[in-house]
């Protein structure tokens, strides 16, 4: 599998940090799990969103059996998707789009990566433009019901877990003398082989132990 390889002269790619990760459930499910969720106007309880410091969690309608949690979807946010873009394919990286989302509750364009067979381990590259008033997500004014309060690790699997190392750092993450790839707001990324996917979250809390998601 080709991986990207930096062209000479190419600027470093434009700031992304870890935005949010979208997960198929009931807000009863995780409401059951102490977290607050707040439902998006005008979806009649089928989309809602879970905030914490600075990243939040998108809950949507499942179509799995009731009481199932799954996830297939990441996100890094920037504040300039079109200059992103433009830097990663300098970068050697296929993306397609940007392309407008538009939801209930705003507009987004998303930005897509296609490198080999990492497929939907991959992050979507994502830009909120409108509304375009007050920050996107909101501050956290208080930690949720059970505690949490942010976001420390994203666990995922993938065939070539190399490839995936290689594509997160292009993107900006910085790798510690512990292995984990980190991004901007602190979050881990802790990539291991397996079948391609997100395997699971692990929220900070305001007590001692920290609290797993299994995905």
Known sequence: MSTPQARPGTDTPATVQFDHFSIAASATTLERLGFRVTPTPGTQGRHGR????????????????????????????TGDVHRCAQQLRARGLTARG???????????????????????????????VSPAAGPWPPALTEPQPNGTCAVRELHLTTSD????????????????????????????????????????????TDAQDDLRLDL
């Open 98 to 128: 940007p392309h407008r989302y538009e939801a209930a509750d705003g507009a987004w364009l998303d930005l897509e990566l296609e490198v080999g067979d990492l497929g939907a381990v991959l992050p979507v590259i994502t830009q909120r």
């Open 161 to 204: 877990p190399y490839a995936l190392g290689r594509v997160l750092r292009t993107l900006g993450a910085t790798a510690g003398e512990d292995g984990f790839l980190t991004f901007e707001r602190h979050v881990r990324v802790v990539v291991k082989r397996g079948v391609d996917g997100i395997a699971g979250v692990v929220f900070a």
């Open 50 to 77: 879970v905030f914490l410091d600075g990243v939040y969690v998108e809950i949507r309608e499942p179509h799995e059996p009731p009481g199932a949690t799954t996830s297939n979807a990441w996100f890094l946010r």
